[in-house]
Structure formats: structure tokens, C-alpha cells
């Protein structure tokens, strides 16, 4: 079963005996074998499974201070008197992971035996380790072993949300992109909340030779997807309004930027509309009920007229319209571009962003849509860690209750010290990319099920479209490649 070519050394019980947790084996001369790769040791009717956490290199020949000294001072080379190639010897510290006895995974529990063979992880196993299902997204291959697709479920990422984060440049949305192309090909919608403007080359093949012919090796070929795009009405143009009616009185407090005391207005204005059941409330309508509220309630002039002027104002952007249906943004198969990367204010674009997922999050409580995906680019602008926005509660919602009605959120962020912390510790998986900011890492390594420190000390260094996978969607972080992709990626036009 186990190719000669793969076995890497010898369990020994040089100065720390194995444990039922870690072992130090002794690699034969000439391999080549780096830290963080996984090793099989077969023991009887069990297979544990490890992964290298330190190699040492030895000899005997070169211990002695002293001994080198003399013979530097001598001025002949130690090689010439010594045979110091036989000396040399190099250890692999491996922390054990896990256990099998065929299909069944456990806990470690048995120290394997010194002499026993070591081996470098096989392929069968690695997928049973990481969880890895035929029918899954191929993401990509094992960094490493590129022999190893990665195939990861859907429903640990849809369910169970996700985020994706690194630098910017690092491969954040062209992950994204692969992440979604799978998605689309199993027929799941998608719904891309796009501040940049940057996913609408979904609609095209991939057309950059070296992907080309990368993706043919995995027996891939390009492709373009079914694509719509909608644009905030604003200004005069745009294909996407808000219904006014609609609208949470939280969502047009912030829009129209006000003051507590103009809220507290506000609020009992709109609750007096809802009060008398009217259905479909009106900024004019609104106007002339502030008003009347005003002035039973004794609010001072300034107030009313303030208040007036800003929800006047609202009325002069153009955003209110008939709003949107739901069914219409999210159909099966297909992807749905958000596009907000139009000159719009960012409290105004934050609105959008709330009122798109609120109107989702109801649909799909109301079975009226299919279950859905909805990824949030530059996600910190919309759940921002400093600061209450209407969005971020909405974010926040979906991050916690999405999975009772099959909502999946997915965040993408370059700055993640400004991202909501709930929203990030809700994310049951995440990709992290290269990250090169020390505060970015340090406030992410609470969330991350990292198992060892070696890990995180990595994450600076990765290079571009090499993607951490760590959390619920494989038992245990591993990086991967990230493979091509098979329609046209647009980051690089920002
Ligand atoms: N997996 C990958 N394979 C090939 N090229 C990649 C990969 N990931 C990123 N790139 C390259 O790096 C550039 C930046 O990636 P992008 O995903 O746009 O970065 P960001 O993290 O800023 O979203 C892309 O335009 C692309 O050229
Ligand atoms: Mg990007």
C-alpha cells in the first residue's frame, strides 16, 4: 500500500521517547521533507496521522566547541580527517492528529513504537483527515502536494458562514471568485455585495494564458457564468431603489444623519403611521406627520425643521422607488452583483447594503427565495468594530440566525482590526491570505483554530493565491493553492 518512495524515516526514541501525542523520527539521507507536511505511521489495525512541527538537523562529529577550534587552528578542513557524512543525521518532530482504523477517525490515543516506518501522508488519508468529499468545491490543491484537490462541502461554508481575509493583493476575491464559480455549478445562488465594482467579468472566460493552461492540467476548460448586475438607484440612475415603505425607521434615521433628538421625532412619527396601519408610508407623508408630532409633542422648531430638511433632502437623492423583489435577485445558478461602486455617500451605500440583506433575510424566513449565498466585500465598512450602522445589525443577524433559514453570509476584509468581532467569530470557516499588518493578526488570532503557532507565523509570508483554510470546513487548517479561475477575474482593474 505504502510506496517505497513515500516512507521518510524511523521512529526513534532519541532523548524524548514517543508519546501518544508527539514523536521525533529519524529521516533517511536525502529526502526532502518540510515543516507542516502531514506523515502516516501504520501500527497494527490503526493509522496515526501527524504533522511535522520541527526538523533538526545533528552530527556528532561537530559538537565539540573545542574540538572544531583545533582543528581550524590546524587550518585543515574537518571533512579532510573526519568522515562527518556519516555523522550527520536529521530528526522530524511530528505532532500526532489523529488516529484511523479504516474509515473511523479518532482522538491520539496509542504512541507508535520506535522503529516503526514513517511515511509521508498518502493521499486517501490526507482526504479523510481534512474531511474531503468528491462531490465537494475543488478550491484548489494542497500546497505541497499538488497531487491532493481540495473538495470542500458546501454546507459547512453556506451554512455555517465564512470569511476571507489577507492584504490587499494577496488573492482575496479571486478565492471569492473560485468559491463562487463551484457554487454557481452546483446550481447555488450567489449574491456578491461589490463595492468596487470589480466581479462583473463573471459574465467571460478566463483569457490569461498561464490560468488557461493551468486549468487544463486539472482537466478544467473556462468558462463565463450567468451574471446580473444591479446598481443603487441614486442621482438619476441605477436599477436598484429602496422602498421607502419599507425601510426600518433605524435605517432612515442614520440615512438622513440624525441627531438623538431628531430620532426620538422620527420615531414617534413612524410609530404613529404604523400605528394607524397605513401600509405604504411616503417621505411627503412622513413630512407632514413629523409635523403634527412636533407639535402635540412640543418639540422645539429647529428640531422639526432640521428633521424636515434631511428627509427632504433623502427625498432629492433618488434612492425611493417602487424597491426591489427579491425572487428577481436571487434565482438559481446564477450570480448577483451588487454594484456599489458608484459615487455614492458611504452612509447612504451602507443603507443599500442593509436594506438588500434585510429584504433577503425576510424572503428566505418567508420561503419566497431559494437558499442563497451573500458575500460582502470590504465587509469592515459595512459591520465596522467602532460603530453602530444599520448594516452591521443586519450582518450581525444574518451572521447568527442565517443558518435556521438557510442564509449563508460570507465576509471578505483587508482591514479586519475595523470588522465587527461578532460577525467574525460567527464565521464557522475562514481563508486567510497573506496578511502583513501585525494588528491584523493579532486581532484574528483569538478566532483562529489554529493548532500550532507555526501556522500563524506563516501567514505573513504566504504567497499570492495561497489560501489558509482554517475552521469547520476541514478538521484541521491546511493551505492550499488556489486554483485558476474559469471565467475572467477583474480585481486588478482597482
Ligand atoms: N489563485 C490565484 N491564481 C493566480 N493568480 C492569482 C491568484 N490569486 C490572486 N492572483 C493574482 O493576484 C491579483 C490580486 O488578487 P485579488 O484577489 O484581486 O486581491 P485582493 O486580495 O486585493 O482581493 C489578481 O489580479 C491575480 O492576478
Ligand atoms: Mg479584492
Redesign the pocket.
Known sequence: MHLKGNELGIVVSHRKPPTHLSFIFQLNDDIDVKVGEFVEVPIGKYVLVGRIVLITAYNEYLENPEFIRDHMQRGLSISARFPIDIGRWRAAKVEIIAMFSGDRIHPPNIPPEPGEIVYRAGTEVLRKLLGIREDGLFL?TMYGNSNLKVKINPESLVRLHFA?F?????????????LVEELLEKNFPVVIIDPHG?YFTFREKND?M??VA?LSLLGLTTRGYPTQIFYPSYGGSGNLSLNFSQLNTDAIAEMANLTPVMRDLLYLAMRNLRDSGIKKITPDLLLSTVNEIASKWGFYKKTTLTLSRNISLLKELGIFGTGFNPKDIVKPGQLTIIDLSGDIEEHIRRIFVGAILQELFNARKKNLIPSLLVIV?ESHRFAPQEEDTYSKTVMRKIAREGRKFGIGLGV?S?RIVGLDKDVISQCGTKFI?RIDTKTDLDYLRPYLEISSEEDARRIPYLP????MITGRATRYPILI?????KSK????F?
Not at 464 to 467: L, N, P, Y
Request: charged share 20%; aromatic share 2%.
Open positions: 484548489g476571507v489577507g492584504t490587499t493583493g494577496s488573492g482575496k476575491s479571486y478565492t471569492v471568485g473560485v470589480e490569461d498561464s490560468a493551468k466585500e471578505v483587508q491570505l499570492t493565491g495561497v489560501a493553492n488556489v486554483r485558476p479561475r477575474h477583474g480585481g486588478s482597482i
